[in-house]
């Protein structure tokens, strides 16, 4: 799975002002906040009792029924907030449910969802590169050629065509993760080629440099999401 930050959220969510705490299980429709492929999401809860008898806040996936599957998060007495983070499955349509336990006067309850859970894409029909080559030599130690031909090959599980490539060159392993070519960033070049000549910065000698290519099919899905 993929985590998505929400980044910051000023207030939260949900408090004990916006829950319904009647001691019987209620939906919460988080669509409006994280993505619609979200698995789980992250929640940030602040709980309270204002009495010296605990309560529990208990979180789920809607539909689920079985009470080892809730996460619950207990409140300590005499208004001592406790702050704790659950990661609470959500149905497909982006509602968890929640109920209150015990006999405990509700001190604070306030949730902020985090960030969420999204599935890995099915890449089984996206094309791929391979047999990366640089003057047609896997990882040479040296190359003579200050414009050195870049070269892979393609290949899709449906056998439609290269309709694109996308060739990034850096000085770093790292910078290439973060898919920036400091060196040479080809951009989307329409062409059904599996090679190129290099146009960037000019290349030094005795020098290791980092290169990469994702690749479109003609349907418009590419090998990586940059």
């Given at each position: 799975?993929?985590?998505?930050?929400?980044?910051?959220?000023?207030?939260?969510?949900?408090?004990?002002?916006?829950?319904?705490?009647?001691?019987?299980?209620?939906?919460?429709?988080?669509?409006?906040?994280?993505?619609?492929?979200?698995?789980?999401?992250?929640?940030?809860?602040?709980?309270?009792?204002?009495?010296?008898?605990?309560?529990?806040?208990?979180?789920?996936?809607?539909?689920?029924?079985?009470?080892?599957?809730?996460?619950?998060?207990?409140?300590?007495?005499?208004?001592?907030?406790?702050?704790?983070?659950?990661?609470?499955?959500?149905?497909?349509?982006?509602?968890?449910?929640?109920?209150?336990?015990?006999?405990?006067?509700?001190?604070?309850?306030?949730?902020?969802?985090?960030?969420?859970?999204?599935?890995?894409?099915?890449?089984?029909?996206?094309?791929?590169?391979?047999?990366?080559?640089?003057?047609?030599?896997?990882?040479?130690?040296?190359?003579?050629?200050?414009?050195?031909?870049?070269?892979?090959?393609?290949?899709?599980?449906?056998?439609?065509?290269?309709?694109?490539?996308?060739?990034?060159?850096?000085?770093?392993?790292?910078?290439?993760?973060?898919?920036?070519?400091d060196l040479w960033d080809s951009g989307v070049v329409l062409s059904d080629a599996h090679q190129t000549k290099y146009q960037g910065i000019e290349l030094g000698s005795e020098t290791t440099y980092f290169w990469k290519v994702r690749v479109r099919n003609s349907e418009g899905r590419w090998s990586e999401q940059w």
């Open positions: 799975m993929s985590f998505v930050d929400r980044g910051d959220p000023d207030a939260p969510d949900k408090t004990k002002d916006t829950l319904i705490l009647d001691g019987n299980w209620q939906d919460w429709d988080t669509s409006s906040i994280v993505a619609s492929d979200a698995v789980a999401i992250l929640m940030r809860v602040e709980i309270g009792s204002n009495t010296s008898t605990v309560w529990a806040l208990r979180l789920r996936k809607n539909g689920n029924v079985n009470i080892a599957n809730a996460a619950t998060l207990t409140a300590q007495a005499d208004n001592v907030v406790r702050r704790v983070d659950a990661v609470v499955a959500c149905d497909s349509a982006q509602v968890i449910e929640y109920v209150n336990a015990g006999s405990g006067g509700v001190g604070t309850c306030n949730l902020t969802i985090g960030g969420w859970w999204t599935a890995l894409p099915d890449t089984s029909d996206w094309p791929s590169s391979s047999e990366a080559k640089v003057e047609g030599k896997t990882n040479p130690p040296k190359v003579a050629n200050p414009a050195p031909e870049f070269s892979w090959q393609y290949d899709d599980p449906e056998q439609r065509p290269q309709s694109a490539f996308h060739l990034l060159v850096a000085t770093s392993a790292e910078l290439l993760d973060e898919n920036v070519g």
